[in-house]
T-cell receptor
């Protein structure tokens, strides 16, 4: 079974803190993604990566950065957390190819106070 | 740009009722279409998919047909169960992307005994 794991299920941080969310997949997938999920807005893509050290902005990259030093690991960084970044963060991975399924992790619920 | 519109929720049904969740899309090219399901406290799981026009995806009693002429991918189930209570997301993957998914806003389904 494909497994995508995220480092924390719940996090509470203070405004201005630097926050790291980590994601690891075990299926040798080329593509990895970070989304945030908010009620009524569905999932919105923050960043994605199609190879090691490669990254592309998604629809809402402001206030975030990413790092992919190894193929299996994709980190999302909040440089200076703000209250409007309180959300559910979901990581996903997939193979390349048309129609390939994205596999999701369980999510990290982040609260910024 | 690409977009997905789902019917507004929440949807509340009695067990064994018929379910339809409408999904329409706007996309360039010929996208792949997906339905994902999110059970309480979990990440997203692929429910079904279709990669070309007139394809029918099916899984766990759920079905959806890729209708290019109406740009739709409506989700149906003939007889819902309490265990189907979840959030359902329609999504598309455009062929020119690196596997990026565009999601609808999600539809909350609650099934009562």
């Amino acid at each position: 079974d494909v497994k995508v794991t995220q480092s924390s299920r719940y996090l509470v941080k203070r405004t201005g803190e630097k926050v790291f969310l980590e994601c690891v997949q075990d299926m040798d997938h080329e593509n990895m993604f970070w989304y945030r999920q908010d009620p009524g807005l569905g999932l919105r893509l923050i960043y994605f990566s199609y190879d090691v050290k490669m990254k592309e902005k998604g629809d809402i990259p402001e206030g975030y950065s990413v790092s992919r030093e190894k193929k299996e690991r994709f980190s999302l960084i909040l440089e200076s957390a703000s209250t409007n970044q309180t959300s559910m963060y979901l990581c996903a991975s997939s193979s390349q190819g048309f129609g390939e399924t994205q596999y999701f992790g369980p999510g990290t619920r982040l609260l910024v106070l | 740009g690409n977009s997905v519109t789902q019917m507004e929720g929440p949807v509340t049904l009695s067990e064994e009722a018929f379910l339809t969740i409408n999904c329409t899309y706007t996309a360039t090219g010929y996208p792949s279409l997906f339905w994902y399901v999110q059970y309480p406290g979990e990440g997203l799981q692929l429910l079904l998919k279709a990669t070309k026009a007139d394809d029918k995806g099916s899984n766990k009693g759920f079905e959806a047909t890729y209708r290019k002429e109406t740009t739709s991918f409506h989700l149906e189930k003939g007889s819902v169960q309490v265990s189907d209570s979840a959030v359902y997301f329609c999504a598309l993957r455009a062929g020119t992307s690196y596997g990026k998914l565009t999601f609808g806003q999600g539809t909350i389904l609650t099934v009562h005994p």
